[in-house]
């Protein structure tokens, strides 16, 4: 049996299982509080896998792999920057946005300030974030069949596109966010499960000696000793001070990013209690912390067994040095049968994290419009939870259809490089405005809506204007060339620009309320009150 028969069949019974478990969540769905955050029935060890099977997408997996594959050192950065990030997550907001007991990030916003602009802002905010993300899910999804199924005209990869969106809107519009949990946990176990065990082989292969593993990445990668340097992504010769620059922004947005996330913060509100939160929160930096440690070995390992050459003449971005390195690694040790076993086993666990992970994200767009946007802007409040409820999954529809079309567009990019754009944005607009909002006696609506346009335009007009886009070979439009902006991540010039914007916004208008702040300082610190706010 061809590798792409066995995997085929290990991917279709994985979404056989998991539209399972969809379907029979949809039987348990029965009002808002369970199709937004899972009736809170979660303990802190399930959403913690959960939260991990949100965490590690296809960019930690598949992006990460290749980008330690081909450039080396300045790869092992984004594994580094992802991990910090989730101190941060935990010290800052976790427990704080879980006790304040609502649906969606612009309901802690909102608290305290006029619901109307800030919602709108908030909505728009986590709509915008949510598809930059989906984007990385979606190249990633194309890059893996055209491995797996030997797909390589930009045609045949865009269907596979087309048709993971589909499966994902099934996931999210029948199943709603325990459905969506359910799937997160299921792929945690299995992505975990499939890099501990091709981590360990590869190990196996340099008989547990990491120093012997690193030698023969840096020898095949041809780039020689400076492959285990910085620099060759970052900070080369022909970049100067610029490459430089570039690293720290790069750096900003990883560590500051994943607070302001929108499909990590609803994760905290499926749990019943703070204490439930904060356990979840350590049951994720556990998974996580592991995960992480192990894209090390896989993308030095891919270096080593694959070469950069044959990752590179797979895919130009290295999104499959992961599942490459699997087969060589399993017919290195099993013969022919074990390396195709192995691909298919590997590249099967990848397909399902994409899915989940884009579930997941869609779940929070859409949330955020039904909830934030439709319910409480448009319809200022008069709405039913069946009639909210029904907007959320006609708003997957249409957010799905979104990012199938970007995601086509965007083939050929590194999809770990598209998720720091994501958390970019995310660390530009929301992190500033949830921060002030929780910590700042005089925040108030004006400094909240500037925060958040403030950082979430300045990190748009970046990204149009840098490399990313256009002016270089890997752009999006390759053949245009309209960038002034020299870097290619946009966190060190917009995440000061949203803080500044919501200071000064802040302070040029006179309306707070200081009671009101009293009121979510101690729901937020001791989660009293929370629950009465849920229900009202």
């Not at 199709?35 to 997408?57: E, H, K, P, T, W």
């Not at 086509?408 to 992190?431: K, M, P, T, W, Y």
Request: no cysteine; net charge positive; hydrophobic share 55%.
């Amino acid at each position: 049996m061809s590798h792409q028969t066995l995997s085929t069949i290990l991917f279709l019974l994985f979404v056989a299982g998991t539209l399972g478990i969809t379907f029979w969540a949809s039987r348990h769905t029965k009002d808002a509080t369970d199709y937004y955050a899972g009736g809170r029935s979660f303990s802190g060890a399930q959403n913690g896998l959960a939260i991990g099977g949100d965490y590690m997408s296809a960019a930690s997996f598949l992006g990460i792999a290749g980008i330690i594959a081909l450039s080396g050192y300045d790869g092992f950065l984004y594994s580094i920057g992802f991990l910090v990030a989730w101190l941060v997550a935990l010290l800052l907001v976790a427990e704080l946005m879980r006790n304040s007991g609502k649906f969606t990030m612009a309901d802690v916003l909102a608290f305290r300030m006029s619901p109307l602009p800030v919602r709108t802002a908030a909505g728009v905010s986590t709509i915008t974030v949510s598809i930059f993300y989906l984007l990385a899910q979606m190249v990633g999804a194309g890059a893996l069949v055209g491995l797996l199924l030997g797909v390589t005209s930009p045609t045949g990869k865009a269907l596979t596109i087309v048709g993971v969106g589909i499966l994902m809107i099934v996931y999210v519009v029948v199943g709603g966010m325990k459905g969506t949990t359910w799937v997160q946990i299921v792929k945690a176990v299995l992505l975990m499960g499939g890099a501990t065990l091709v981590t360990l082989l590869v190990l196996g292969r340099y008989g547990f000696n990491l120093s012997g593993l690193l030698g023969d990445a840096a020898a095949q990668s041809g780039k020689g000793a400076a492959f285990l340097e910085p620099g060759l992504k970052y900070g080369t010769e022909a970049q100067g001070i610029a490459g430089k620059i570039d690293l720290v922004s790069l750096g900003l947005a990883l560590v500051l990013g994943t607070a302001g996330l929108p499909h990590i913060l609803i994760r905290f509100y499926t749990v019943p209690t703070a204490k439930e939160a904060r356990k979840s929160v350590l049951w994720g930096i556990g998974i996580i912390g592991t995960f992480y440690l192990l894209t090390l070995v896989l993308g030095f390992g891919a270096a080593a067994l694959v070469g950069g050459k044959a990752i590179l003449a797979q895919d130009k971005a290295g999104n499959t040095a992961a599942p490459m390195l699997a087969e060589a690694v399993g017919r290195a040790i099993f013969g022919d049968v074990g390396g195709t076993i192995l691909l298919a086993v590997i590249a099967a666990v990848a397909f399902a994290t994409i899915l989940a992970v884009v579930a997941g994200l869609t779940l929070a767009s859409s949330s955020s419009f039904a909830h934030d946007l439709y319910a409480h802007v448009f319809k200022r409040g008069n709405v039913t939870d069946r009639e909210e409820v029904l907007v959320a999954r006609i708003s997957a529809f249409v957010i799905g259809a979104i990012s199938i079309g970007l995601g086509i567009l965007a083939q050929g990019q590194n999809v770990a490089f598209l998720v720091a754009l994501a958390f970019a944005v995310a660390a530009s607009g929301n992190l500033p405005a949830i921060l002030y909002s929780l910590f700042w006696k005089r925040f108030n609506t004006a400094g909240a809506v500037s925060a958040i346009y403030g950082g979430l335009v300045s990190a748009l007009v970046l990204v149009i204007f840098s490399p990313v886009v256009s002016g270089s070979a890997t752009a999006l439009f390759p053949n245009a060339n309209f960038a002034w902006f020299p870097l290619s991540n946009p966190g060190i010039v917009s995440i000061p620009i949203g803080f500044l914007a919501g200071f000064i916004g802040a302070r040029l208008s006179k309306e707070y309320s200081a009671s009101k702040y009293a009121e979510i300082e101690v729901r937020s610190l001791t989660g009293i009150g929370a629950e009465k706010a849920v229900h009202h």
